[in-house]
């Protein structure tokens, strides 16, 4: 991961009751694939073993339809940069950071010392 996604992931995390937050930390922990766009507008989580992309059942969470997890509000401090993330689940697991600018951007322009804002948008399970 790069230093901005768990920071992400951890937003989240934290505002998730607790079994749904544990099944979060075992999905990302999960993930040994990751595709970030060449346009730095999304990152895609994959658990991939033997060739096929498939998340193990059993840290899935109930709710398997395609929905939007939260809303991760990202200010760099001190230059004041702004980078909004919307987190996606996809058939029970975490799959897509959406960025509403390019990440790669707000990369460049911060130290890492960050306000971070999450609201949950829908339970997972």
């Known amino acids: 991961f790069s230093q901005l996604e768990p920071t992400i992931f951890n937003s989240v995390q934290a505002e998730l009751p607790p079994p749904n937050a544990e099944l979060w930390a075992k999905q990302i922990n999960a993930v040994n694939r990751i595709f970030r766009s060449p ?40 230059s004041g940069g702004t980078l909004r993330a919307r987190v996606w689940c996809v058939a029970g697991h975490v799959f897509e950071i959406l960025y509403e600018t390019p990440f790669t951007v707000f990369e460049k322009t911060t130290q890492y010392e960050l306000e971070v804002k999450c609201q949950i948008v829908n339970q997972p399970a």
């Open 39 to 78: 346009d730095g507008m999304a990152v895609n989580l994959y658990v991939v073993s033997r060739g096929i992309s498939k998340f193990p059942d059993e840290i899935c969470f109930t709710r398997m339809d395609e929905f939007e997890v939260a809303v991760v509000n990202l200010k760099a401090i001190p």
